[in-house]
Each structure stands twice: as structure tokens, then as C-alpha cells.
């Protein structure tokens, strides 16, 4: 299974960013797919998450900020960032949960 993140970068606050996952090595429509991060010297927490189906989830501090959508066709997982705050800056994950992980990618939200 890989799983290859980009998109992130630099950005100012309340600018947005978009994440990109792509999958192989899996049935990508029939697995739920998670977005975490992990900021310096915090735990890794879980931001959001698509099912198969299209059901989505996301942790209280990203609510009305950031969108997770799916592609089966291209075999992608998307999180539009807006509204981005100093706290979202982090290493963003893709998942397949439980045990896939992708390689991060940085996000930095800073003036």
C-alpha cells in the first residue's frame, strides 16, 4: 500500500490550503480514508475522515473550516483547508486506518 501526500506549503493565516492523497495497493473505494497531523511536540490527532460511503468526520477545532472529499476514479482523498489559524500548523497524514500510513506533508501557517 502507498499512500502519497501533497499540497502542503506556506501560507498566511486565514489563507487555504488543499492536501492531496493518492492510494495504491488497495481497494481504495472500499476503505475509509483519515487525514491526522501532528504538531511539534503534540500528540498525533485525528482531523478528519471519509468512509467508503461518503460519511464524513471531523475533529471540533477544523469544523466549518476544512472539507474532506474522495475521488474513487482517481484514487484520491482531498482536505480543503480554509480559514487556516496558526494551531493547524502540523505534519498532515494521509491514513488508511488502522495501519497504512502516507509520508506528511508540512503545513505551516504563519505571517
Known amino acids: 500500500v502507498q499512500l502519497q501526500a501533497s499540497g502542503g506549503g506556506l501560507v498566511q493565516p486565514g489563507g487555504s490550503l488543499r492536501l492531496s492523497c493518492h492510494a495504491s495497493?488497495?481497494?481504495?473505494?472500499?476503505?475509509?480514508v483519515a487525514w491526522s497531523r501532528q504538531a511539534p511536540g503534540k500528540q498525533r490527532e485525528l482531523v478528519a475522515a471519509?468512509?467508503?460511503?461518503?460519511?464524513?468526520t471531523y475533529t471540533d477545532s477544523v469544523k466549518e473550516r476544512f472539507t474532506i472529499s474522495r475521488d474513487n476514479v482517481r484514487r484520491t482523498v482531498y482536505l480543503q483547508m480554509n480559514s487556516l489559524k496558526p494551531e493547524d500548523t502540523a505534519v498532515y497524514y494521509c491514513?488508511?486506518?488502522?495501519?497504512?500510513w502516507g509520508q506528511g506533508t508540512q503545513v505551516t501557517v504563519s505571517s
Open positions: 471519509i468512509t467508503s460511503g461518503g460519511n464524513t
Open positions: 491514513q488508511v486506518p488502522p495501519n497504512f
Open positions: 495497493g488497495i481497494v481504495f473505494r472500499l476503505n475509509t
